[in-house]
């Protein structure tokens, strides 16, 4: 690891010695904003988009599975997503997680209601 511009430790690996996207299982990442369709608002540099552009193509891929997290308040009314757009599988918040196809409340002992 070492410091990038803002001083954020990330890895030193260039080119080769890079694990490829298809082959982590799970990101987890935090969100600017989202919506209950699990469609995120990120920091705008398209980055995530392009590394993941793949999961775009026909439905042969099963990983990596996509988790955001953020606060409650960041939910958003509606987001429309654009054609490179990546949607979440699911995004988890202190009150609720939220998949595609509905959303799953979560009491205050942890448990799915």
């Given at each position: 690891?070492?410091?990038?511009?803002?001083?954020?430790?990330?890895?030193?690996?260039r080119?080769?010695?890079?694990?490829?996207?298809?082959?982590?299982?799970?990101?987890?990442?935090?969100?600017?904003?989202?919506?209950?369709?699990?469609?995120?608002?990120?920091?705008?540099?398209?980055?995530?988009?392009r590394?993941?552009?793949?999961?775009?193509?026909?439905?042969?891929?099963?990983?990596p599975?996509?988790?955001?997290?953020?606060?409650?308040?960041?939910?958003?009314?509606?987001?429309?997503?654009?054609?490179?757009?990546?949607?979440?599988?699911?995004?988890?918040?202190?009150?609720?997680?939220?998949?595609?196809?509905?959303?799953?409340?979560?009491?205050?002992?942890?448990?799915?209601?």
């Amino acid at each position: 690891m070492r410091p990038n511009r803002f001083g954020i430790p990330e890895p030193s690996a260039r080119g080769r010695h890079l694990t490829p996207s298809q082959a982590i299982d799970l990101i987890i990442m935090p969100l600017v904003g989202f919506d209950e369709r699990c469609n995120r608002v990120g920091m705008g540099g398209g980055y995530y988009d392009r590394t993941l552009a793949f999961l775009r193509r026909p439905k042969r891929w099963r990983h990596p599975r996509l988790i955001g997290v953020a606060h409650e308040c960041q939910r958003l009314e509606r987001i429309e997503p654009r054609a490179w757009d990546i949607p979440l599988d699911a995004v988890a918040t202190e009150s609720s997680l939220y998949t595609p196809r509905r959303r799953k409340e979560i009491d205050s002992k942890g448990a799915l209601i």
